[in-house]
């Protein structure tokens, strides 16, 4: 009998610990793949569906947006070292109120400019010892005049450029930055022209519990008008799963340190749900 029980308990002790491996890889998968959005050009299918919010805009200081982006990110296989990295992004301004830096301008909602990227990655990081591993990928940066007809949500040209990020991957944390310089190639050629150079510097740390916090920049300089646009953003995230479908749930703040003259200005806000289907490559 007391044999009997000695190996019910062994036998408990082996289904516990096999529990506890189970989990133990399930965490480390989740951290693995919510690390993997950290990286813009990871081969990772994910669907970013964010919304912003912003305001301080017009000669008053009383205009505000609302925008909602969806961003597809679709990498797909050349050969054994190279990969080609589809990004694209198609907003929509779906409340927006005087906005423009002259005077009331009302209500407005529809597209706005979209803009499609191709950036050519060798397929595996490139290793740099204690530094971490290095990822690069570099290529054209499409922008199509999708916006709608108010000159408030699109600038009516079609755009051109070159584009390119860099990044480390070392112990949860990711750091680098991306680039690109826009363009116009035609268009309404009553429209403003477009020369401007996007840059979004990034640091973040995925916990072994899946949850990723990140710093950023997205900001823009208009070379034309010689103005800034710089919001700085912090957010937090958390993997989860919804049946077998892994989702990001983003949420943070924003503040304008830097905006033309009837920007946005002081605080915003941004959320986020990701959309993810592994690719194993």
């Keep these: 009998m007391k044999s009997a029980r000695n190996s019910l308990a062994a036998f408990g002790v082996l289904v516990l610990s096999g529990i506890g491996v189970t989990a133990a890889h399930a965490d480390d998968d989740a951290a693995a793949l919510a690390q993997q959005l950290t990286n813009p050009v990871a081969s990772l299918i994910s669907v970013p569906i964010k919304t912003d919010y912003n305001s301080g805009y017009g000669a008053k200081g009383n205009g505000y947006q609302t925008v909602t982006t969806v961003q597809p990110v679709i990498p797909i296989r050349l050969n054994e070292d190279w990969n080609v990295i589809s990004r694209t992004i198609v907003p929509y301004v779906w409340d927006q109120k005087n906005i423009s830096p002259v005077g009331p301008s009302g209500h407005q909602s529809g597209f706005s400019d979209s803009s499609q990227s191709l950036f050519f990655s060798p397929a595996n990081p490139l290793p740099l010892g ?26 009516g040209r079609w755009t051109l450029g070159p ?10 944390w990711t750091t680098g930055a991306l680039v690109s310089q826009s363009w116009d190639i035609g268009g309404d050629s009553n429209r403003s022209k477009v020369n401007s150079t996007f840059i979004q510097p990034f640091v973040a740390y995925t916990t072994k519990t899946a949850w990723t916090f990140t710093l950023n920049s997205e900001s ?24 077998n479908q892994p989702v990001s749930l983003q949420a943070g703040v924003r503040y304008w340190a830097d905006s033309p003259e009837g920007g946005p200005e002081g605080w915003g806000a941004r959320a986020q749900v990701t959309f ?6």
């Design 276 to 281: 993810l289907f592994p690719t194993g490559g």
């Design 130 to 155: 204690d530094l971490g591993n290095l990822v690069w990928g570099v290529g054209p940066v499409l922008g199509l005049p999708t916006g709608s007809a108010s000159p408030l949500l699109g600038t």
């Design 220 to 243: 823009t300089y208009n070379w034309e008008t010689n103005d800034w646009s710089i919001p700085i953003n912090a957010m937090a995230a958390k993997l989860v799963k919804f049946g």
């Design 163 to 172: 584009t390119a990020v860099a990044l480390l991957m070392n112990n949860g």
